[in-house]
């Protein structure tokens, strides 16, 4: 199995290199190979036309996420923004998995109420017998058959903004504009193996050198992007898009989880005025910080990494008040919705407990 935080050995492509982290897994049994991030393995995609036999259908599928994920929380973030929750319901894994990875603990029963499954991997399975790598989130699952359809992170997330579209609600936000499309890509893909993926690399590097070289990229991604946003108030244009998407997804766990669990520490994002204010910002903007759960987030990392940390001591900090602070970049202009409008609240069913918010 793979259950591995995000860290695949074993994965999807053939291409694992015997790192993944597994739940109960210690690092010493790990070779002194780099850090790789495997790639999704099913690419089927959901679009308007059905081109790869999957048509856009208002409750045909069901997206699985784990809240403690940060490339599944970018469907989650995407989902709401676009007000897809009704077509496109979701299905919250425990945030600890076990050695058959995601499973539905949290429903009653231990079974997802509308596949009837237990274990993500049961729609692995369906979709290819004897499926060999890893299971993760976020995995699009037809409700009809049973299959999963993607777990193409990437993906996903254009999909949402581009194919969903008939299905989105009114004043939803164009989060991949077509006049900006390279510039996003551009951007995105600047801070991806530094940022998004720097964080992991620091933190399951199996040598000093190996952590440091990531530890290095990290900060210095970070600093210039602390430089490129701090005259302007959204990644790429005047409004939120899938750039700002993806780089909240990383901001929003880094104090909580990065900086001490990952030992990526030179300084914290409430250290940097002007990533905290954005992040903060983006915290606030309804469709955002309410998919946010720091305990799952927390409880997984610590959790689930036995190898970075043995104890499965959850650190009771850091205090998370100072997400609902002002943050005063409004000053800086912005429509963070162009011309549309912020989402309303969560539906019945998906607000965090109170436990997971600051
Ligand atoms: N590597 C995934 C990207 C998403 C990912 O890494 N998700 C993590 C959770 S943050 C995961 O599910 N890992 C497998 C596991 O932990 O069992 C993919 O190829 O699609």
């Not at 709401?80 to 009653?108: C, H, K, M, N, Y």
């Amino acid at each position: 199995m793979d259950g591995n935080g995000g860290v695949t050995g074993a994965n999807g492509n053939g291409e694992g290199n015997g790192e993944g982290l597994g739940p109960g897994s210690g690092n010493a049994q790990y070779g002194r190979k780099k850090f790789r991030r495997s790639r999704s393995h099913f690419t089927d995609r959901v679009t308007a036309d059905g081109a790869d036999g999957w048509p856009v259908e208002a409750g045909r599928y069901r997206l699985v996420v784990s809240r403690a994920c940060p490339w599944a929380s970018r469907a989650l973030i995407s989902r709401r923004l676009l007000g897809l929750e009704a077509a496109l319901p979701v299905a919250v894994t425990d945030p600890i998995q076990d050695d058959r990875s995601w499973r539905f603990t949290l429903d009653p029963d231990g079974r997802d109420p509308v596949l009837g499954i237990r274990y993500l991997a049961e729609a692995y399975d369906a979709r290819e017998t004897g499926y060999p790598g890893g299971v993760s989130v976020p995995a699009i699952v037809d409700v009809p058959s049973g299959l999963l359809v993607t777990n193409d992170y990437l993906q996903i997330t254009l999909d949402l903004a581009t194919e969903w579209t008939a299905l989105h609600r009114p004043g939803a936000p164009d989060l991949y504009p077509e006049a900006l499309r390279d510039e996003i890509d551009d951007v995105v893909e600047s801070f991806y193996e530094d940022v998004n993926n720097g964080v992991y690399r620091a933190g399951f590097a199996t040598g000093q050198a190996e952590y440091e070289a990531a530890y290095g990229d990290v900060f210095r991604r970070l600093d210039a992007l602390s430089e490129r946003l701090a005259d302007r108030r959204y990644l790429v244009g005047d409004t939120i898009t899938e750039a700002d998407i993806r780089l909240f997804t990383t901001l929003v766990r880094f104090d909580a989880v990065y900086h001490n669990h990952f030992r990526c520490n030179r300084s914290k994002i409430a250290e940097d005025p002007v990533l905290w204010a954005y992040a903060r910002d983006l915290f606030q903007t309804p469709g955002f910080g309410d998919t946010v759960d720091f305990d799952h987030i927390k409880r997984h990392y610590y959790l689930v990494h036995t190898g970075i940390n043995p104890t499965g001591i959850v650190p009771a900090g850091p205090d998370l008040s100072g997400w609902l602070t002002p943050h005063g970049r409004e000053a800086l202009g912005g429509r963070p919705f162009g011309e549309g409008t912020p989402p309303g609240a969560p539906p019945v069913g998906e607000e965090i407990p109170v436990v997971g918010r600051p």
